[in-house]
């Protein structure tokens, strides 16, 4: 007698045909050359759905000597779905590697990370022509010196206080 409950058979037959049909070459195609030698590579998205299910129903009459063993009758189906949408096409030649997308919000971070580069060198340039740098770097030597000219007021007047205190101290003792 075989222990196995019918619906694990109707999630292995489904589940094995899924696996059939996605594999790499699913999401990252065969490479197709192109006239001028070219190399391109469609790209795509994968999605898929898998669903299972399944009843054992009782019996209309029982009997009081039944025994616990017998089974009932099954009911019990299974389904899945794949697809597969088209979103961008590598391109591979002489000149380098180019992503041309199929749907234009698809490539917002890949522009992003294109202009990022060319955004600090814009910013850094402005900078530069505003003075800002030579500016900060004075107010950070003028904030440096007024710091030391702090630091040595606070030393001569801890000194004349400790002077002073110490004054106290002998004309107490006398």
Same mark, same amino acid.
């Given at each position: 007698?075989?222990?196995?409950?019918?619906? *694990?058979?109707?999630?292995?037959?489904?589940?094995?045909?899924? *696996? $059939?049909?996605?594999?790499?070459?699913?999401?990252?195609?065969?490479?197709?050359?192109?006239?001028?030698?070219?190399?391109?590579?469609?790209?795509?998205?994968?999605?898929?759905?898998?669903?299972?299910?399944?009843?054992?129903?009782?019996?209309?009459?029982?009997?009081?000597?039944?025994?616990?063993?017998?089974?009932?009758?099954?009911?019990?189906?299974?389904?899945?779905?794949?697809?597969?949408?088209?979103?961008?096409?590598?391109?591979?030649?002489?000149?380098?590697? %180019?992503?041309?997308?199929?749907?234009?919000?698809?490539?917002?971070?890949?522009?992003?990370? $294109?202009?990022?580069? %060319?955004?600090?060198?814009?910013?850094?340039?402005?900078?530069?022509?505003?003075?800002?740098?030579?500016?900060?770097? *004075?107010?950070?030597?003028?904030?440096?010196?007024?710091?030391?000219?702090?630091?040595? *007021?606070?030393?001569?007047?801890?000194?004349?206080?400790?002077?002073?205190?110490?004054?106290?101290?002998?004309?107490?003792?006398?």
């Amino acid at each position: 007698m075989n222990d196995d409950h019918p619906i *694990q058979g109707l999630m292995t037959t489904a589940m094995e045909n899924l *696996q $059939d049909m996605i594999d790499v070459n699913t999401i990252i195609g065969d490479p197709v050359e192109s006239p001028d030698g070219s190399m391109i590579i469609p790209v795509s998205k994968l999605g898929f759905g898998f669903a299972a299910g399944g009843s054992e129903f009782t019996g209309g009459q029982q009997s009081s000597d039944s025994s616990s063993s017998d089974s009932y009758p099954f009911g019990g189906g299974s389904g899945g779905g794949v697809s597969v949408t088209p979103i961008a096409f590598l391109i591979i030649n002489s000149k380098g590697v %180019k992503m041309i997308h199929l749907d234009e919000s698809t490539h917002i971070y890949e522009k992003m990370m $294109d202009f990022a580069p %060319k955004a600090v060198e814009k910013i850094q340039q402005l900078l530069k022509e505003s003075g800002l740098p030579e500016m900060m770097k *004075q107010q950070t030597k003028q904030s440096g010196n007024q710091e030391n000219q702090n630091s040595r *007021q606070e030393k001569k007047r801890r000194s004349k206080q400790d002077q002073d205190d110490e004054s106290d101290d002998e004309d107490e003792s006398d």
